[in-house]
RNA sequence: CGGGGCGUAGCUCAGCCUGGUAGAGCGCACGGUUCGGGACCGUGAGGCCGGAGGUUCAAAUCCUCUCGCCCCGACCA
């Protein structure tokens, strides 16, 4: 590809939303353009890339067995009234409607889509099992799209989805999927991790994510250096907490607190250690008003209470709604004497401790010497509810969790028959026996693992693009483009590099060699050829790597296998 | 959805408080000098100051409404 003859324009200076650097430099080096908030266009360049990373992500899934398909963007309401998710899922899906008044709406995923074509077509064991999948455009109208590609609206996103007869069948599926996603982000060279993580509203049993490693990334994820254990904070669990010794009940009272509304004042005005104090956060459900009580040292796993009440929505109350529940101020909330109307929902860490101090569900009041069995003998539930962080025991081993941040890539579920059941797709078992077949999906975002790419390989200069994903190899830069010598070396190189199957992109503007120079850095072809009248005097060119930024000149004559040597590496 | 901010040239932004001929840098065009790390000088094109209404002799500037965008939070994955 000559660069005057494709569309390729940079610039210096990135738009004042764009706030991570992939962001920045997706814009900067011309491959994405924004037309609406979350909505981006793929250049050229941008597209070359995706195009690469698509070319990945088919090659692997081909090679695991899958077959492709192209499912409709825009899909019925109905199949969504079947399978619930048209109330479920929320203002996050772009409801529209057609002529006729039929409501619509644009796909965010495709478990209805596909279940309904699987339902039609297959009847019995001996057609199962498969794995199809699509890369397709995605909608999901977030309420705060950001950072460019990472956190858009609309999105390329491949998507598959396994069909068995039962869960050991699934188990197979699943397997092969992981290894094919880790195989998908090996190839494209990038530091990830596979952690354990919550279904949200996709559903089924267990979860896999993949996370690329960076500090901007949105997911906060535990990982144990001893055994490997990792998972997203969301879902993780936390191995034994030490606790309190317990001591003989004393006496539950009533203590003033004249405005000490949070853990620490309480704390610190009563004199006692905040893992003492056990804070009760009232939230709002669709199952009703829920108290939570945890550990006044520690902070609650709000996705955690949400799968316990089995709420689809869950937030925490207002101070209006404090006030109603608990008849107190926001800050003296407590479980003794809360009003029966409230759910009361323990985390299991605050069950050892004896004698400990709570809200009195009175303004500038609290009790301590409480004590479970006599104050509160019939709370009955005890359930993890902890946000696992730095420094907690790892749940596998004796070891300690370390805290990182990750890209989440990929996101690979066991559904099990939650849509199969609702929407009747079964087969007929050896025994003549109809069964809901036993789903598995698997999701991985296209544009989003190119941003991460890009997250995690840049410097100051632009983006260094690793090789399987750069949107050319090569960047054979002619200084000279009017020197007929620079000229047909230039135009020599390009003939030849391409014969040998290099992508490669030609620099022949007319223009200055600082700004090719800058342009080559900035948008981060992994292998730089320069040919220049100066080093050509000497029969020689430059050849360089984004990465190493080591230069060396070699004899005209061997550039082009310097070059492929390189690019084996 | 709540709080805050911003919409002025293709891009980044000044001007607005205190109303009176619309600005800079980058980019673009032309001429010249340059030519291995985003050159320099000169000339020039380009804006119904997001949109609608209002106040005023006069509105980019003040007021109201509206649309779009951004940030923080709530929330969702």
Redesign the pocket.
């Given at each position: 590809m000559r660069w005057s003859q494709s569309y390729i324009?940079?610039?210096?200076?990135?738009?004042?939303?764009?706030?991570v650097v992939s962001h920045r430099l997706m814009v900067?080096?011309g491959l994405i353009r924004?037309l609406?908030?979350?909505?981006y266009s793929y250049l050229p360049l941008g597209w070359r890339s995706m195009e690469k990373m698509m070319a990945i992500v088919r090659r692997e899934m081909n090679a695991a067995g899958a077959a492709e398909l192209v499912m409709p963007a825009i899909q019925p309401a109905e199949l969504w009234r079947e399978s619930g998710r048209w109330q479920?899922?929320?203002?996050?899906l772009l409801r529209m409607h057609d002529r006729h008044k039929r409501d619509f709406c644009f796909g965010p995923t495709h478990e209805e889509v596909i279940t309904d074509i699987v339902r039609r077509d297959v009847k019995s064991y001996r057609q199962l099992p498969f794995n199809l999948y699509q890369i397709q455009v995605k909608f999901?109208d977030?309420?705060?799209?950001?950072?460019g590609l990472m956190?858009g609206r609309e999105f390329l996103m491949k998507d598959a989805y396994s069909f068995d007869i039962d869960d050991a069948g699934l188990d197979v599926a699943y397997e092969a999927m992981r290894t094919t996603y880790c195989k998908i982000f090996e190839a494209c060279g990038l530091d990830y991790s596979m952690v354990e993580a919550?279904?949200?509203?996709?559903g089924g049993s267990a979860s896999h994510e993949f996370m690329v490693v960076a500090d901007t990334g949105?997911?906060?994820v535990v990982r144990c250096p001893d055994c490997g254990y990792a998972a997203?904070v969301?879902k993780a669990e936390i191995g034994d907490l030490e606790t309190p010794a317990p001591a003989a009940a004393e006496e539950l009272r009533r203590a003033d607190t004249p405005g000490q509304t949070t853990v620490d004042e309480v704390a610190g005005f009563l004199e006692v250690e905040p893992s003492r104090v056990v804070k009760t956060l009232l939230?709002q459900t669709d199952k009703g008003p829920v108290a939570a009580l945890i550990r006044g040292d520690r902070e609650l796993n709000?996705?955690k209470l949400?799968n316990v009440v089995g709420?689809?929505?869950?937030?925490?109350a207002r101070e209006d709604e404090v006030e109603e529940l608990s008849g107190a101020p926001v800050g003296f909330a407590g479980p003794v004497g809360l009003s029966g109307d409230v759910r009361l929902i323990a985390d299991q860490t605050v069950r050892p401790l004896t004698n400990f101090v709570c809200g009195a569900n009175a303004a500038d009041a609290h009790h301590t010497g409480v004590n479970w069995d006599r104050d509160l003998p019939d709370l009955a539930e005890w359930e993890d509810l902890l946000l696992a962080g730095r420094g907690d025991p790892c749940p596998r081993c004796d070891g300690t969790l370390e805290l990182y941040r990750g890209i989440?890539v990929g996101?690979i579920f066991r559904l099990g028959t939650k849509y199969s059941e609702a929407m009747s797709c079964t087969y007929t078992d050896e025994a003549g026996e109809l069964k809901p077949m036993v789903m598995g999906c698997y999701g991985l975002g296209i544009g989003r693992t190119v941003a991460a790419a890009i997250e995690q390989n840049h410097d100051d200069?632009?983006i260094i693009w690793p090789l399987p994903l750069a949107p050319h190899e090569v960047a054979l830069l002619s200084?000279?483009p009017?020197d007929p010598a620079v000229a047909q070396v230039a135009d020599g190189l390009y003939d030849r590099l391409r014969e040998k199957g290099v992508d490669l992109i030609y620099d022949d503007r007319d223009?200055?060699?600082?700004?090719?120079?800058?342009?080559?850095?900035?948008i981060g072809f992994p292998v730089?050829v320069?040919?220049?009248?100066?080093?050509?005097a000497e029969d020689?060119?430059?050849i360089?790597t984004r990465r190493q930024?080591e230069?060396m000149?070699v004899p005209t004559a061997s550039a082009v296998a310097t070059t492929l040597e390189l690019l084996l590496d």
């Open positions: 324009f940079t610039a210096r200076e990135a738009p004042k939303d764009a706030e900067r080096a924004k609406a908030a979350g909505i479920a899922y929320g203002v996050e999901r977030e309420m705060r799209p950001r950072f956190r919550d279904t949200g509203t996709i949105e997911s906060a997203n969301e939230y709000e996705v949400g709420a689809t929505e869950l937030r925490l989440e996101h200069d632009g200084l000279d009017s223009e200055r060699p600082g700004v090719k120079f800058k342009d080559a850095d900035l730089r320069v040919v220049g009248k100066r080093s050509l020689r060119v430059e360089s930024r230069k000149m």
